[in-house]
């Protein structure tokens, strides 16, 4: 990893310091996606066993997974897994339980009665990350707050072959439309239909830069996304009181993830700094998927700052996905976040709690869009309606209201529409 000193870089430099590095190939990267697409769109099915071959090296007879197989995957699970998905699955529909909406319903003025009511999505298309490393705790992210809203066809597709853990948790959440169909192929098969896949109302879940950049251009043809969620990101925010060897790992759990993913340390501890790139160094060593995680790491820094202070004003600039605060007093920081998907407070709250077991949502806004999108929740699996209703008494109080501003804007059928009503009633 780099290492910068904050203040020795120009506005500029520490502009390009915060930059993705999944975002510098975005030109490219568009053009291949959009080839896909219209792959799909002219071929179908066809073009999606095509690529089953041609990017995940398997050769399908189906697209769509059988309930027998998925019965099957399930057998093969350990039961010490399955007692942790379990788990899981428990905290995350306790925490996306609470969300479900309150009613709205009040009188704004006497006879003038307004509600807000909200209605589940009626199709939504779960894609779950499978390639390197299978998700299936992605699984539990999406498919349990879709079932908690009540949606009524869920479709969830994942790259061929898919692990035995993703079609065990499917059937954990009662999802039972499964299809191997992974990468950009599967975000435009859920968005416009193929011959064996149904065109859903939203598309959910995380993926590479590939996936992301699909739900990019479906959102533009006027298809649903919940959010950007690209390849994965931490932004560490450590003190002197850190201990390096956990600042290291929370670094690392990130740069597993892909070549693609980025990892920041940001400090204003230079001792610190140091600590944590020998304990990166020690951890590798100890790593699987460490090739993947150096990758990673080349394209990611340690940032030295002057104060605490200045770390979170980082922090806000970059506006991770992941941000843990590690630091001797952390809830105090909470106030000065302005943008982060998910923030993770404390010594003892690595982010891989919230990755799979906490209770919160793991898809969360990437490459900068946390300052306008928030984590998935429950509200994201519903859409909301407002209704209003006046009596006679409250539509008399509030007409002159409404005639008074329709004629500032020149409608007159607006305020006709108020006009007729006070005929009749006086009538």
């Known amino acids: 990893m780099q290492t910068l000193l904050w203040n020795d870089l120009t506005p500029s430099e520490q502009q390009n310091a915060l930059v993705r590095q999944a975002q510098t190939i975005q030109n490219s990267l568009s053009k291949q996606v959009q080839a896909i697409k219209q792959a799909v769109r002219d071929d179908g099915d066809t073009a999606l066993f095509d690529f089953a071959k041609r990017f995940d090296n398997t050769e399908l007879t189906s697209l769509n997974v059988s309930q027998a197989d998925i019965n099957k995957a399930g057998e093969q699970v350990s039961d010490a897994l399955k007692s942790a998905i379990q788990t899981a699955y428990n ?3 306790a925490f996306h339980s609470a969300q479900i909406p309150i009613p709205i319903d009040i009188e704004t003025m ?22 390197s490393a299978p998700l299936f705790s992605t699984v539990l992210m999406l498919a349990i707050p879709a079932k908690i809203a009540g949606c009524q066809k869920i479709v969830l597709c994942s790259p061929a072959p898919i692990s035995n853990e993703i ?14 169909i992974g990468g950009a192929g599967a975000i435009f098969a859920m ?4 011959n064996s896949v149904p065109k859903v109302d939203k598309i959910f879940g995380p993926g590479n830069a590939y996936v992301t950049e ?26 002197d009181f850190a201990n390096p060897a956990f600042v290291a790992s929370d670094l690392l759990s990130q740069a597993e993830h892909g070549a693609d993913s980025q990892v920041i340390l940001v400090t204003p501890s230079k001792t610190l700094a140091d600590k944590v790139a020998g304990e990166i160094d020690r951890q590798l060593t100890l790593l699987s998927r460490a090739t993947t995680a150096r990758l990673a790491l080349d394209k990611s820094r340690i940032i030295i700052a002057d104060d605490l202070t200045q770390c979170l004003a980082i922090s806000n600039m970059y506006a991770p996905e992941h941000l843990i605060i590690n630091t001797q007093n952390p809830r105090t920081c909470l106030d000065d976040i302005k943008h982060a998907g998910s923030v993770f407070l404390g010594a003892y709250t690595p982010e891989s709690m919230g990755d799979y077991a906490s209770g919160t949502n793991h898809v969360l806004p990437t490459y900068g869009f946390a300052r306008t999108h928030s984590s998935l929740g429950l509200a994201d699996f519903y859409k909301r309606m407002t209704v209003q209703e006046l009596h006679p008494s409250g539509f008399l109080a509030l007409a002159p209201t409404v005639q008074a501003m329709a004629q500032a804007e020149q409608l007159d059928a607006h305020k006709l529409a108020v006009t007729v009503r006070i005929d009749e009633l006086k009538s």
């Open 214 to 239: 699909a739900k990019r251009q479906v959102l533009a043809d006027g298809v649903a996304i919940d959010m950007p969620a690209g390849p994965s990101e931490v932004l560490v925010v450590a003190d």
């Open 110 to 131: 006497t006879g003038v009665h307004c509600q807000v009511i909200t209605r589940p999505i009626d199709s939504v298309g779960l894609y779950i990350p499978g390639g």
């Open 91 to 93: 905290n995350i529909h």
């Open 167 to 180: 079609l065990y948790t499917a059937k954990l959440c009662g999802i039972d439309t499964v299809y191997a």
């Open 191 to 194: 968005a416009y239909g193929t």
